[in-house]
């Protein structure tokens, strides 16, 4: 039996972003992605975990530009709170810090800005899957129902201001 946290995860960006982030993906190829640092608790009671619901949070950002290469990092963590409780505190979290390596393979007009877009955007893309396996991994570990993380969805706001706003369908089977 699996807790699924969400049916859809979509992630809403200006649609500006998506521009920059097809002109920074045309000159650049992902070269390697690590875990650096994870992070894992649950409560220590024995008992059901019913009415899980998630709380969600990631951030991507440009980490080092050095020659023809640049790293960024993506942190990334999932709660699973008791939805039955008035103040919801973790039954479970799993938390992830990754690096993500890519080259550029021709100099285009690249600045630091334009990384920072596509870092926050495509890092968190790349990761995504290795943060599901983790999460997998981590449920199996601590003795608890599989966590099950929906695809990742970066779709195109309609407006400026819909940066970073997540779209959450919660079910549990």
């Known amino acids: 039996m699996g807790i699924s946290f969400l049916n859809n995860m979509n992630i809403k960006r200006p649609k500006e972003e998506f521009k920059t982030l097809a002109k920074i993906s045309r000159c650049t190829e992902l070269i390697g992605l690590y875990l650096v640092n994870a992070q894992v608790s649950r409560k220590p ?30 942190d990334i963590s999932v709660r699973g709170v008791n939805k039955d409780e008035d103040e919801p505190q973790p039954e479970v979290s799993i938390q992830g810090e990754y690096l993500v390596t890519y080259k550029i393979i ?58 970073d706003m997540i779209e959450e369908t919660p079910q549990v089977e």
């Open 45 to 74: 009671e024995i008992g059901q975990f019913k009415n899980i619901g998630a709380e969600f949070e990631y951030s991507g950002s440009l980490f080092e530009r050095k020659d023809d290469q640049f790293q960024a990092k993506v």
């Open 106 to 163: 021709y100099n285009s007009e690249i600045c630091d800005a334009d990384l920072e877009v596509f870092c926050s955007i495509n890092a968190l893309y790349n990761v995504w899957p290795y943060f599901r396996h983790l999460v997998s991994s981590m449920c199996n570990t601590m003795y608890i129902p599989q966590l099950l993380l929906p695809l990742l969805r970066i779709i195109q706001g309609k407006q400026a201001d819909d940066r």
